[in-house]
């Protein structure tokens, strides 16, 4: 088995062999209508954006989320590194392909993490929110423990769902009782633990389990109504009163705060308003980790759509 090229060490000028996972490939023509591959590689280092000029298939989108090998240079475009490819197939069953280089997992103890999130939900006070949440767990539980966050912007790996969760429930729970007087703490954790389990069903996953496209229900629904649709059922189920089925349906519909920004509704009650600020630090705090491990110190980092184009500085140097 060849050592492995991670894409965090690729250097511009450099040449670059190997195997990679093949994400947001589109085909396409230049002004001149000649065909070309854009793509982007992954890695579990990084990902980096690829051309093949002249290139006209076999390759299509549905190859997104497989594993190719490509050689090619890399280059910089817009002050960003890319790969300009002279090779590129799928790989092959009977080659051996180095799963653990290249599949992104979250940096943390799956299993640790997971009893932690189970004893949070534990400790909600509420009878009903409890069971709902137990519930819930017990159904989701492997996509829960596996699946990204998202398909590219933050947590995009596998176990990403589980970190940005259990980030968010302990973000939570200090938020709760630093301020007992106006947070119901039982809602808020509970919307906190649910609020993206809809995301199970949203995704299109490749066999490696990343998500490479969003299914027929996820861009036609998205996983704010699917989840509040089955919060809804499940709590009829369970005898739940309506009143705080609803509040907790309100939370999962408004976590993403605007209607921009994919709200169904404006927060409208302290725990919703609170939740929505919650994701949003936990996802940009995502972000400025993955952005920054890809920054050399005392550099600023390329702009950063998630953040408005704006640029980070890694300042561990200074």
């Keep these: 088995m060849e050592p492995h090229q991670a894409i965090a060490d690729l250097t511009i000028g450099s040449r670059v062999s190997g195997f990679y996972i093949l994400q947001d490939v589109q085909l396409r023509l230049t002004s001149g209508g000649k065909p070309f591959l854009s793509a982007t590689l992954n890695d579990r280092t990084a ?3 690829a051309k093949f000029w002249d290139y006209s298939g076999p390759l299509t989108e549905k190859d997104a989320g497989r594993i190719v090998r490509v ?5 910089e475009y817009r002050g960003t590194p890319q790969v300009t490819l002279d090779q590129i197939r799928l ?13 992104p997992a979250a ?28 519930e819930m767990l017990a159904r989701h539980k492997q996509a829960f423990l596996s699946i990204p966050a998202a398909k590219s912007v933050h947590h995009g790996f596998l176990n990403g769902l ?13 938020v709760a009782g630093l301020y007992p007087d106006v947070v119901d703490r039982s809602l808020l954790l509970a919307g906190t633990l649910l609020h993206d389990f809809g995301k199970e069903q949203e995704f299109a996953l490749s066999p490696l389990g990343l ?7 996820g861009q036609l629904l998205g996983h704010l109504v699917m989840c509040a649709e089955e919060v809804g059922e499940l709590a009829r189920a369970l005898d739940v009163p309506e009143e705080k089925a609803v509040l907790l349906q309100h939370l999962i519909l408004s976590h993403h705060g605007q209607p921009e920004f994919g709200a169904a509704v404006r927060p409208a009650c302290a725990e919703a308003e ?20 890809q920054t050399p110190a005392g550099a600023f980092s390329n702009r950063i759509f998630a953040l408005e184009n704006r640029r980070v500085l890694n300042h561990s140097a200074d």
Excluded: W
């Excluded at 050689?71 to 280059?75: A, F, L, Q, T």
């Excluded at 998500?211 to 229900?217: L, M, P």
């Excluded at 609170?274 to 491990?293: G, K, N, P, V």
């Design 91 to 103: 790989a092959a069953d009977a080659e051996r392909v180095d799963l653990a280089s290249l599949v």
């Design 71 to 75: 050689s090619g240079s890399v280059g």
């Design 47 to 49: 990902s980096v954006g």
């Design 211 to 217: 998500a490479v496209d969003y299914s027929r229900k």
């Design 274 to 293: 609170l939740l929505s600020y919650i994701d949003m630090l936990d996802s940009r705090a995502e972000i400025c980790r993955e952005t920054l491990a």
């Design 162 to 174: 589980l970190m940005h969760t259990a980030n968010m429930l302990a973000l939570a729970d200090f």
């Design 107 to 134: 940096p943390i103890d799956a299993d640790d993490v997971f009893r932690n999130v189970v004893s949070l939900v534990d400790s909600i006070q509420d009878e009903d929110y409890r069971r709902l949440c137990r």
